[in-house]
């Protein structure tokens, strides 16, 4: 199974190719790498937009100014018509992944709670709050990424992973942190 970097690399690659053939943004819609329901798909197509305009798309506003796409979005495959996403969408979608993606290094690397609030959605481009993810702002996004890092989304494996309070006292988080993220995510789950 592909990891988030893989897919991310892969998207950024197809949509470096689709694009440097023709100049097109048609065609890097159209080319199957840029999928609106893959967030590390839309991290990469902006990442690339920022690329080749050598700037940082600050809002919905000015990446349709650079690509035009409003109106291609109608071309992406298997989107039903009416049903879109929005380039605001697209935009919290690509930072949210950025953004989602350091919580997970950070653990992965052995941050602590305290490291973790450190990370800001707003270095990421996010507003304090947002829809359409996982989760909405920073405190459920650093719950998400505590559940998926000690897998308490997974109830069956609860039994052989450590308890919640062990999980605490390892990221030296209250207690109350890993039962908000416990119930968060098997609450999302059913």
């Known amino acids: 199974m592909a990891t988030e970097i893989e897919i991310y690399d892969r998207d950024l690659k197809g949509i470096r190719d689709a694009y440097s053939k023709s100049k097109s943004w048609e ?3 159209t080319s199957g790498y840029f999928n609106s329901d893959e967030a590390t798909s839309m991290e990469a197509f902006i990442d690339f937009v ?3 305009y050598q700037t940082k798309v600050i809002d919905a ?3 349709e100014k650079l690509t035009g796409l409003t109106a291609l979005l109608h071309k992406e495959p298997n989107i039903e018509k009416g049903k879109e996403p929005t380039l605001e969408y697209i935009l919290i979608k690509a930072r949210y992944s950025k953004y989602t993606r ?3 290094k950070a653990l992965q690397e052995g941050a602590k709670y305290k490291d973790l609030l450190q990370i800001k959605p707003q270095d990421y481009g996010l507003p304090k709050s947002w829809s359409g993810c996982l989760s909405s702002d920073q405190y459920s996004s650093i719950l998400m990424a505590l559940s998926f890092e000690f897998m308490l989304n997974e109830p069956g494996l609860l039994m052989l992973l450590p308890d919640l309070r062990s999980i605490a006292k390892e990221v030296e988080a209250p207690y109350s942190v890993l039962m908000d993220a416990f119930n968060l995510t098997n609450r999302s789950y059913k």
């Open 102 to 104: 350091a919580l997970d």
């Open 50 to 52: 920022e690329e080749i």
């Open 61 to 63: 506003k000015e990446l």
């Open 27 to 29: 065609d890097v819609i």
